[in-house]
């Protein structure tokens, strides 16, 4: 409304980690579209496919951006923003022996559960912590028992 006061400025805590997580995802979808692309004739050398056939592996890859869109704009609206944001981003590499520490800063329960039952946090209530420590190399699914879109993989090197 007109004349009312512009109310003061608040910083944001750990504005330069924000941005830099923001930056990183953005950098690691556009790697990803590069890498199809590079790949694209190497893939259509080793298929022996033609140019047409090979296309669809693009076109896939656009398509599934695409259903994506609305469907993460839904989770944003029923988890929130930061936790979908985070769990986008979860696939990372550790090194065996690192213990991993997961945060539930969402406003849910949750739970961090692997997919081969090597761990269960049991449910975490907003706030609450769970640790774990990786001790063999190799790639490990998990999700949430209680969400179960909401998944992601941890890669021990």
């Not at 006061?5 to 979808?29: C, D, E, K, Y």
């Not at 993460?72 to 979908?84: E, M, N, Q, S």
């Not at 406003?107 to 269960?120: C, E, M, N, R």
């Amino acid at each position: 409304m007109r004349g009312e006061a512009v109310p003061p400025f608040v910083p944001v805590p750990n504005r330069g980690m924000i941005t830099l997580s923001i930056m990183l995802a953005n950098i690691m979808q556009g790697l990803d579209n590069t890498i199809l692309n590079v790949a694209l004739p190497h893939i259509q050398g080793s298929l022996s496919a033609s140019l047409d056939q090979i296309a669809w592996a693009l076109t896939s890859y656009i398509v599934c951006c695409a259903i994506m869109m609305p469907l993460t704009g839904w989770l944003a609206g029923r988890f929130g923003i930061k936790y979908v944001f985070l769990v986008s981003v979860a696939s990372f590499t550790v090194a065996s022996g690192t213990q991993v520490t997961i945060v539930n800063d969402g406003p849910s329960t949750h739970t961090w559960t692997s997919d081969s039952g090597a761990w269960d946090s049991g449910a975490l209530a907003p706030g609450s912590t769970y640790a774990h420590t990786f001790s063999t190399p190799g790639t490990f699914g998990f999700r949430c028992s209680i969400h179960p879109v909401m998944q992601g993989s941890v890669t021990v090197s």
